[in-house]
C-alpha cells in the first residue's frame, strides 16, 4: 500500500463521495464561518485533501488566491466541473502532494485530511515549510483514537483489508495537538463545532513559529 494505491481508491470512489451528504451540516457551516473569519483578502491559501471542491469554493471568495490540491486526478475532476459552473477567479484546483508543492502562503488548510496521510509528522512538517512566517495552520481532523474501539479495531482494518477503505491513522485529539505542536506550530485555538453528538473532530487552528 502507497500514497499512490490510496488515490486510486479515491479515484474509485470520488463520485460516490461527490453524491454524499454532509453529516453534520450545521456543524460544516460553523467551520466555514470559523475559517472565513480568520481569511484575509490579501490572503495566499493552500488546501490540501480538497476532495470535489465544496470547501474551496465556499472560501475562496475573499483572498487573494486559493490553491486546492487533491492527490486523487478524478476528485480534481469533479472540483473541475463545480468550477466551470460556479467561477471564483481566485482559486486554482490541482492535482498534487503536499511534498510536490512549493512557494509561500499566508494560510493552509486541511478538513479531514490529517488522519488520511500516511507519514503525519512528514506532513506537518511540509505544512510548515510551505507557510510564510506567522502564516496560519487550520485543519479540522477526525480523531479516530477517542471513537468507537470497535470502528479502528475491527471494522476500519477489515475493510481496508478487502479494499473499501483508505489508509486511516488512528489517533487522539491530545496526540493530534502533541504532533502539531512538535512539528513548530503555536496552537492558538482548538474548538468544537459539532451540533450533533460527541464531536471527535476538533478544529485546530495553529500559527508558525
Known amino acids: 500500500m502507497s500514497t499512490a494505491s490510496d488515490a486510486r481508491f479515491w479515484d474509485r470512489t470520488s463520485r460516490k463521495y461527490a453524491a454524499a451528504k454532509i453529516s453534520d451540516q450545521a456543524g460544516y457551516e460553523r467551520s466555514l464561518e470559523r475559517t472565513l473569519a480568520l481569511l484575509g483578502p490579501a490572503d495566499r491559501v493552500l488546501e490540501l485533501g480538497c476532495g470535489t471542491g465544496t470547501t474551496a469554493l465556499r472560501l475562496a471568495g475573499g483572498v487573494q488566491s486559493y490553491l486546492a490540491t487533491d492527490i486523487s486526478a478524478e476528485m480534481i475532476a469533479i472540483a473541475e466541473e463545480k468550477h466551470a459552473a460556479l467561477p471564483v477567479p481566485a482559486l486554482v484546483f490541482r492535482t498534487a502532494t503536499a511534498e510536490a508543492l ?60 478487502i479494499g473499501k477503505a483508505p489508509y486511516v491513522s488512528a489517533f487522539r485529539a491530545a496526540e493530534l495537538s502533541q504532533s502539531i505542536s512538535a512539528a513548530g506550530f503555536e496552537i492558538l485555538a482548538t474548538e468544537s463545532h459539532a451540533t450533533k453528538g460527541k464531536d471527535a473532530r476538533p478544529y485546530i487552528v495553529a500559527r508558525k513559529r
Open 102 to 161: 512549493d512557494g509561500q502562503f499566508d494560510a493552509v488548510l486541511v478538513f479531514n485530511y490529517l488522519h488520511l496521510v500516511r507519514d503525519l509528522p512528514g506532513t506537518l512538517n511540509r505544512i510548515h515549510a510551505l507557510l510564510a512566517a506567522d502564516g496560519l495552520f487550520i485543519s479540522k481532523t477526525p480523531c479516530l483514537g477517542d471513537m468507537n474501539p470497535v470502528i479502528r479495531l475491527a471494522l476500519l482494518p477489515a475493510m481496508r483489508a
